[in-house]
């Protein structure tokens, strides 16, 4: 949304200016910080929509910052990073980022992004809160509970479990959960779930070797059990 606060967070002064100056052309207000230490200082003091995060600085890395900001935050991060790599991709979306760019990038997309960014409302914890059970999971906080135990998810593990609790008691065909977690057809991709749902049983069931919650209906898909 146009006059939203922004703030540039990169080591290169080149890339700072070029953001900054691009980001305020489309009508946004731009702060930049060439170190973790810079930007730590202007979210104290400047109330932000959205922050840009290079990965590689020096000192603190932008990983390492990512990591540092409370999760319960009031502006969304963005990470514009020269990685192309899958790890660096998923451990930045893992530490709270809500999207990633990998340099060098289209100056278009990458305001699209900005605007999808933005354009997401932030909704109510009671909205937001999906529940199952004995489980509940925020969508908005990315937080997964037991009961009372509070559960750290990968992003996939979480993908899962809130596509399984939002049709909880409900059979999810194979199929239909590999197109929504890979976009492809199930065959090639029963091995990964496979591994996917272990995972996450080890991380929700009290027993994962005799899994209540997570249920498998052999060659049809899984269920997660509604009732407490």
């Known amino acids: ?5 922004l703030l540039v967070v990169d080591d290169s002064p080149v890339d700072r200016q070029y953001l900054r100056t691009a980001l305020t052309a489309a009508g946004y207000q731009v702060a930049d910080a060439e170190s973790a230490a810079m930007a730590l200082n202007a979210l104290r003091s400047t109330g932000f929509d959205l922050m840009l995060l290079d990965l590689v600085m020096p000192e603190v890395g932008g990983l390492d910052l990512l990591r540092q900001l409370p999760e319960r935050r009031p502006y969304k991060v963005i990470v514009v990073s ?9 451990a ?3 530490a ?15 305001l699209a992004r900005v605007r999808a960014a933005l354009r997401r409302e932030a ?17 908005l906080q990315h937080v997964a509970m037991v009961g ?3 559960v750290r998810l990968s992003v996939m593990q979480y993908r899962l479990l ?5 049709r909880a008691g409900q059979v999810v065909p194979l199929d239909a959960i590999a197109k929504e977690l890979w976009n492809h057809d199930g065959e090639h991709e029963r091995q990964s779930l496979r591994v996917l749902v272990k995972k996450l049983r080890d991380k929700i069931e ?6 209540m919650l997570l249920q498998t209906e052999p060659g049809i898909g899984y269920r997660l059990k509604a009732e407490a």
């Open 162 to 166: 809130v596509l399984l609790a939002t």
């Open 96 to 110: 709270g980022a809500v999207d990633y760019v990998t340099k060098p990038y289209d100056l278009g997309e990458l």
């Open 206 to 211: 009290p027993n994962p070797a005799r899994a």
């Open 1 to 5: 949304m146009a006059g939203s606060n």
């Open 123 to 139: 909704v109510t914890e009671e909205s937001d809160t999906v529940r199952a059970g004995i489980l509940s999971v925020s969508k």
């Open 82 to 90: 020269g990685h192309e790599d899958t790890e660096s991709k998923v």
């Open 92 to 94: 930045a979306l893992d």
């Open 148 to 150: 009372q135990r509070q």
